[in-house]
């Protein structure tokens, strides 16, 4: 049997409440995340509503998968990195209303790489985090450790390295002989054109 991936199971708490003051006049209710838990056995896989008043509803979403990649180690490392590492939430509204009244906010997939989250921004997607646990850091760092390896920074070659090229973009070269001319002592100024006024000098 192939090794599995490292995971854990998990379900997130989605919140529904009632918006108050001048945002009200365009929208009576949002959607946020409240909070992602470790899987419990009395959770189950389907969601359900654990509590609602007029003000509020929370439903919890169990049941869903949290892997860590190998080739997503950076990504693990850059959320282990800042000084609250969290979970990311991808979650989306339902189409048509199943499971209440009203179409209710459901998460679809749950990471701890900063690279999927900011995929997932990139899309377009609702994407929002809480604080992971201390255990699930340290599980995170633990894979961290073994599989993340810090990009080799390159050395910069030289500017004085680069090829030449001239404005035509032909090969260039330049030399480090001394250039001769008048005044160097190698006689490059004898037998030069005499101007004009040169003889009436000398009389």
Sequence with gaps: MAD??????????????RITGAM?????????????QLQAPGFGTEPRLL???ESMERWLHGGLRVELFEDDAEGYQLNASTPAPCWFVL??????????DEPIARPVVVSLSYHDASRWLDAQETVEQVLAPPEVVQWMQEFIAVFYQPEVKRVKRPESFKSLTDRFG????????RRQGPGDGSGAGKGRRRLPDEGAAGG
């Design 91 to 100: 979650w989306r509204m339902e189409d048509e209303a199943r499971l209440a």
């Design 4 to 17: 599995q991936r490292p995971s854990v199971e998990v379900a997130v708490v989605m919140r529904r409440e």
């Design 24 to 36: 009200s006049r365009w929208q009576d209710w949002r959607w946020i995340l409240d909070d992602v």
């Design 51 to 53: 509590y609602k008043n």
């Design 170 to 177: 032909n090969p260039a070269s330049i030399s480090t002989a």
